[in-house]
């Protein structure tokens, strides 16, 4: 099974108006992180907002916010008040068992490509 | 505050040869993470070290990929006999020690083409 699942390939949205993006996780660790990361066409991975497993509230950095439903094993970002910048690829991943020496890796979903449309 | 380099950012080779990619870290990080990405995917895992020593190392890492980080600073990876299906982004991330909280940060990826 997938440990990392986004199901949209790609979406459009208006300018200035807010997007989420759908992430779904499988793991059977208490204690793990999700994180989101931005991918422009320069290729390099731009960290966007982090969210433990043990977070009562759900992450937020400036424009985006994370939706964290830990039950139902997803972590959705929202991305509000969209600009042209903000198109990209945007990746969903986790870190497991944190507190394992080996446990640090991050695994990563297949992406969502975001087109900003003015 | 300087952040992952990579070096080169890309590099095409012929089939059989052998290519080497350093990355350097940020510098108070102690932990340096290598990923691969082929076309159309999400990143996958590599290796990692933690200071000097190599703590895990994915299945994906054959015989022909070895990697070091001889003095806990910068690491080189180092692909013998290149293969066309090694064609990829190959991706440096560093990350402070900091247990639940560490966020990895990535470098700009070096691009290599095997023809």
């Known amino acids: 099974a997938q440990k990392i699942t986004q199901t949209q390939p790609g979406m459009f949205v208006q300018e200035k108006e807010a997007v989420t993006l759908d992430c779904t996780y499988d793991?059977?660790?208490?204690?793990?992180?999700l994180f989101w990361y931005k991918q422009p066409s320069s290729g390099e991975m731009i960290f966007l907002i982090y969210?433990?497993?043990?977070?009562?509230q759900n992450a937020t950095e400036g424009r985006y916010s994370l939706n964290f439903q830990k039950a139902r094993k997803s972590a959705n970002l929202v991305i509000s008040a969209s600009q042209l910048g903000d198109s990209a690829m945007y990746f969903c991943?986790?870190?497991?068992?944190?507190?394992?020496?080996?446990?640090?890796?991050?695994?990563f979903g297949g992406g969502t490509r975001v087109l900003v449309k003015p | 505050d300087t952040g992952v380099s990579q070096d080169p950012r890309h590099k095409i080779t012929k089939r059989g040869q052998n290519v080497t990619f350093r990355c350097d870290p940020i510098?108070?990080?102690?932990?340096l993470y290598w990923y691969r990405q082929t076309l159309g995917q999400g990143p996958e895992f590599l290796t990692y070290?933690?200071?000097?020593?190599?703590?895990?190392k994915s299945r994906l890492l054959s015989d022909r990929f070895s990697a070091e980080r001889p003095k806990g600073s910068f690491s080189t990876l180092e692909i013998q006999r290149t293969e066309q299906g090694d064609s990829a982004m190959y991706l440096c991330?560093?990350?402070?020690?900091?247990?639940?909280?560490?966020?990895?940060?990535f470098g700009p990826g070096t691009r290599l083409l095997v023809l």
């Open positions: 991330a560093s990350s402070r020690d900091r247990a639940y909280q560490e966020t990895q940060y």
């Open positions: 070290f933690q200071n000097e020593a190599q703590l895990e």
């Open positions: 991943a986790m870190r497991e068992g944190y507190l394992k020496a080996a446990g640090n890796k991050l695994t």
């Open positions: 793991t059977s660790d208490q204690s793990y992180g």
């Open positions: 969210q433990g497993s043990y977070d009562e």
């Open positions: 510098s108070e990080h102690n932990r």
